[in-house]
């Protein structure tokens, strides 16, 4: 039964990367089921992480945040390496929302977990999603490159991408076009070093 909702997680992720977002979470829905049958708590809250991508990719913030919020009421979840993954997505969606005050919460939650576990790539994440939700954006573009070069510096252009495009229209949102415009390129940019490093 378990190896049923792993393959229905995959089929569920392959979805998901071909934008068929309806198909993917009925897919992770179905694996949840089969997963709470199994009675296994942490499984339960892996499929809801992963749904939780899928609901983000959609644009159904919401739906993200409250997927991530099952996973994060699992202790072995919170325990695990997983756990700063599950609080960089939630401050992510909470500061596109506009959500700075609640996304301030999760992000000190992130910093701390951090202090104990190194993980430069989750540092640099938190940190850009941090003066995201601060102000004035413009006095800040300097800090956006500069942890954005770390994640050059660990090859996570995917991570770039995403959070360039995000950091491109916040700066749009107010106003900073010329801005805007810079971080739209650098998400370009990141797009086709992605496609140097898969060979495409």
């Given at each position: 039964?378990?190896?049923?909702?792993?393959?229905?997680?995959?089929?569920?992720?392959?979805?998901?990367?071909l934008?068929q977002?309806?198909?993917s979470?009925?897919?992770?829905?179905?694996?949840?089921?089969?997963?709470?049958k199994?009675?296994?708590s942490?499984?339960?809250?892996?499929?809801?992480?992963n749904?939780?991508?899928?609901?983000?990719?959609?644009?159904?913030?919401?739906?993200?945040?409250?997927?991530?919020?099952?996973?994060?009421?699992?202790?072995?979840?919170?325990?695990?390496?997983y756990?700063?993954n599950?609080?960089?997505?939630?401050?992510?969606?909470?500061?596109?929302?506009?959500e700075?005050?609640?996304a301030?919460?999760?992000?000190?939650?992130?910093?701390?977990?951090?202090?104990?576990?190194?993980?430069?790539?989750?540092?640099?994440?938190?940190?850009?999603?941090?003066?995201?939700?601060?102000?004035p954006?413009?006095?800040?573009?300097d800090r956006?490159?500069?942890?954005?070069n770390?994640l050059?510096?660990?090859?996570?252009?995917?991570?770039?991408?995403?959070?360039?495009?995000?950091?491109?229209?916040?700066?749009e949102?107010?106003?900073?076009y010329?801005?805007?415009?810079?971080?739209?390129?650098?998400?370009?940019?990141?797009?086709?070093?992605?496609?140097?490093?898969?060979?495409?």
């Amino acid at each position: 039964m378990k190896q049923f909702a792993t393959s229905l997680m995959v089929v569920a992720h392959n979805y998901t990367e071909l934008g068929q977002y309806e198909k993917s979470e009925e897919h992770y829905l179905q694996a949840i089921k089969v997963a709470k049958k199994l009675e296994d708590s942490f499984f339960v809250a892996m499929i809801h992480h992963n749904l939780s991508i899928t609901y983000s990719e959609a644009k159904r913030p919401q739906d993200c945040l409250n997927a991530i919020k099952h996973a994060l009421r699992n202790k072995e979840w919170c325990g695990l390496s997983y756990y700063i993954n599950s609080l960089y997505m939630i401050a992510k969606e909470l500061v596109m929302m506009g959500e700075n005050n609640k996304a301030s919460y999760y992000l000190k939650k992130g910093q701390e977990n951090l202090r104990q576990k190194q993980n430069k790539i989750y540092e640099a994440k938190i940190n850009i999603i941090h003066e995201l939700s601060q102000s004035p954006l413009n006095e800040r573009v300097d800090r956006f490159h500069s942890h954005m070069n770390r994640l050059a510096e660990q090859n996570d252009f995917d991570s770039i991408r995403d959070l360039a495009l995000i950091t491109s229209k916040k700066f749009e949102e107010r106003g900073f076009y010329k801005e805007a415009l810079k971080f739209s390129n650098k998400a370009i940019l990141a797009e086709k070093k992605m496609k140097q490093l898969e060979g495409i």
